[in-house]
């Protein structure tokens, strides 16, 4: 006799960084296979989710935000995530009559917790030996790209994250596993792997770079080794949140064989060696533009992209102009900059240096921007007249939106392309460029 229950329902709220996307696919598969489906809305839904950032106090006023709103819309909600590792602020910001309906708060990564969780609070309705999951899982990113996770934690210290103390030191996953996921999204359609951790070069250091048993054949938990391995799978390869250790240099030779594509992703935040030494980051920004001039030698089309923050306490207008004048030099393709934010937390608190005021901050950001887009202007112009593959995210009849191998989803530019026939999404054509603006470019398929 079968069971003619209903199958629950729960909605999901994914806050964060890609990182917390993948914490979120992993919830949403296991609850999938165990016969629960997704909700469009909170109201009706049997249970909420809402898998929270901790990183910036923005980011946990949002994720609070969010929580409020599970709240009121349903009332039977289920926190984790960053910020559930820190229960005592969500307690603070929830009267107690609102607080006792979260039926459990968790930390990150813990999948485990939060499906225990879902299943006190609405048992599953469906045998999870007969229900059908694709063999890669859910995913919250389109078909065509997904982030592949390869470690949890960071073993840094930098004065203005907190990082650590929510989701630990680094532990790396084996390779073989990280390439058997790897080798099943590519199956199920997927063009483009964009590999994440909190510190994607130094995978494999916790695990001493052992072996584990890939196909016929033994892989070393090495960042070079994993790189090659995920080249030869036949998708785009783009490496993210890569700390610039010296081995770094050896896989800048797999970009320029076309293995993985010649896209890094570095977070150098400064450039002033005072103020990397008070943020406990790498100071010698000489010798990474020796780096970067060595890189490009080797790897022409090589793309750099980087975050920088503005604003660090003590952080003067000598020290933001050598930010700048290295930015100049440095000549990255793709920047970002943050303005500072104080994280309960921090060991920055506690370093004693005067706050930059807010205004200056915003000022310092602006002019950092402008340096920045004037940078990305001409880059982006040398471009004009060249073919270059780009991926499609967003399909159209006569004009489609994709992107080349210098840019990644939701953070870069975009390529908007005209097109004699209707393009798909995940189609992969040669564009032809002829004309660009200061983020982006505009071509013709051919």
Not at 176 to 190: H, I, P, Y
Not at 367 to 389: H, N, P
């Amino acid at each position: 006799m079968t069971d003619a229950r209903p199958a629950p329902r729960i909605s999901f709220v994914s806050l964060g960084c890609p990182k917390a996307l993948v914490d979120s696919e992993r919830i949403i598969t296991q609850l999938r296979a165990e016969g629960y489906e997704l909700a469009r809305k909170h109201d009706g839904a049997d249970a909420v989710i809402v898998n929270t950032c901790g990183f910036l106090d923005s980011a946990k006023a949002e994720s609070l935000e969010a929580i409020g709103a599970a709240l009121r819309e349903n009332g039977r909600v289920i926190v984790t995530g960053c910020m559930g590792a820190e229960p005592e602020q969500i307690r603070a910001a929830f009267p107690q009559k609102d607080f006792s309906n979260l039926l459990a708060i968790t930390g990150p990564q813990a999948y485990e917790s939060v499906v225990a969780a879902v299943h006190q609070a609405v048992p599953p309705a469906h045998d999870p030996f007969v229900d059908l999951v694709p063999p890669q899982g859910v995913k919250l990113t389109p078909r065509h790209y997904a982030y592949l996770k390869i470690s949890e934690g960071c073993n840094h210290r930098c004065t203005f994250c907190i990082i650590p103390k929510l989701r630990g030191d680094l532990v790396s996953r084996p390779a073989g596993d990280v390439l058997r996921e790897a080798e099943k999204l590519v199956k199920a359609g997927v063009k483009e792997l964009l590999v994440i951790s909190q510190d994607t070069s130094a995978y494999g250091l916790d695990l001493r770079y052992a072996d584990s048993p890939w196909k016929d054949r033994a892989v070393r938990a090495r960042f070079f080794d994993l790189a090659k391995e995920l080249g030869s799978l036949g998708a785009w390869v783009r490496l993210h949140y890569v700390y610039p250790y010296p081995h770094v240099d050896e896989v800048i030779g797999l970009m320029a064989e076309g293995l993985v594509l010649p896209y890094l992703d570095i977070p150098f935040q400064h450039a002033a060696p005072s103020v990397l030494k008070n943020m406990r980051r790498p100071g010698d920004q000489a010798s990474t533009l020796e780096r970067i001039r060595a890189w490009r030698a080797i790897a022409p089309d090589l793309t750099i992209r980087s975050t920088f923050i503005v604003g660090f306490p003590g952080e003067t207008e000598a020290e933001f102009e050598e930010l700048l004048d290295w930015l100049r030099e440095a000549k990255l393709d793709r920047v970002g900059a943050f303005k500072y934010e104080p994280v309960a937390g921090a060991r920055a608190n506690d370093l004693g240096l005067p706050p930059v005021p807010d205004e200056v901050k915003e000022v310092r950001w602006r002019r950092f921007m402008e340096t920045q887009q004037a940078i990305s202007a001409r880059i982006l112009k040398a471009r004009v007249g060249q073919r270059m593959q780009v991926i499609v995210d967003e399909a159209g009849p006569t004009l489609a939106r994709g992107r080349s191998k210098a840019d990644a989803p939701e953070i870069d530019g975009a390529v908007h392309i005209a097109s004699r026939r209707p393009l798909r999404a995940g189609e992969i054509v040669t564009v032809k460029i002829e004309r660009a603006d200061a983020y982006d470019l505009h071509g013709t398929a051919v």
